[in-house]
T-cell receptor, first 115, second 113 residues
Framework: DADVTQTPRNRITKTGKRIMLECSQT?????MYWYRQDPGLGLRLIYY???????NKGEISDGYSVSRQAQAKFSLSLESAIPNQTALYFCATSTVSGGSYNEQFFGPGTRLTVL | KQEVTQIPAALSVPEGENLVLNCSFT??????LQWFRQDPGKGLTSLLLIQSSQREQTSGRLNASLDKSSGRSTLYIAASQPGDSATYLCAVRGNNAGNMLTFGGGTRLMVKP
């Protein structure tokens, strides 16, 4: 079973609709992240969370919100989707041990299309 | 602001060749650097992580080096195979708010049989 799962894997929606993307992890990591990937722009950070009570905006948080329901679950919401939010969305997890930042592990991605 | 550049953007080689992918970053105050592989439409698979105190890491046919002072890393792939065809991304974890990863644009590799 995958360590980081995302649902749905593909979603087509219309402008103005509310959308939630979900991420779950079984790695026991405390840190979770949401990125979007666009052709030519690479991966950009939307939000990140270091624990259940810690939520932080990333580089491109406008138009998005998140919820950390438990250590293992981190959801991304688009309150009113717009076409330029069409992208590939990734959830990732990581942790710190011995004072060192460890690898970041990614989920399989959600392809979102906003018409 | 940290900027990460990967050269070349695309590379096509015949099977069996040894090859080098390059990654450069503008701010040398980093904690670590991570190389990923991404297949089309798929997620990112972590290949190698180099901490700032390390010079290189090896995994099978892959060897990644880090020269923090000059802001450079290379990923060496020995005896390339068609299955190595993918996009390779480097990302640096910097001394910024939240110590986040900053990604390069990737190198798209095609290994021809």
């Amino acid at each position: 079973d995958a360590d980081v799962t995302q649902t749905p894997r593909n979603r087509i929606t219309k402008t103005g609709k509310r959308i939630m993307l979900e991420c779950s992890q079984t790695k026991g990591h405390d840190r979770m992240y949401w990125y979007r990937q666009d052709p030519g722009l690479g991966l950009r950070l939307i939000y990140y969370s270091f624990d259940v009570k810690d939520i932080n905006k990333g580089e491109i948080s406008d138009g998005y919100s998140v919820s950390r329901q438990a250590q293992a679950k981190f959801s991304l919401s688009l309150e009113s989707a717009i076409p330029n939010q069409t992208a590939l969305y990734f959830c990732a997890t990581s942790t710190v041990s011995g004072g060192s930042y460890n690898e970041q592990f990614f989920g399989p991605g959600t392809r979102l299309t906003v018409l | 602001k940290q900027e990460v550049t990967q050269i070349p953007a695309a590379l096509s080689v015949p099977e069996g060749e040894n090859l080098v992918l390059n990654c450069s970053f503008t701010d040398s105050a980093i904690y670590n650097l991570q190389w990923f592989r991404q297949d089309p439409g798929k997620g990112l698979t972590s290949l190698l992580l180099i901490q700032s105190s390390q010079r290189e890491q090896t995994s099978g046919r892959l060897n990644a080096s880090l020269d923090k002072s000059s802001g450079r890393s290379t990923l060496y792939i020995a005896a390339s195979q068609p299955g190595d065809s993918a996009t390779y991304l480097c990302a640096v974890r910097g001394n910024n708010a939240g110590n986040m990863l900053t990604f390069g644009g990737g190198t798209r590799l095609m290994v021809k049989p």
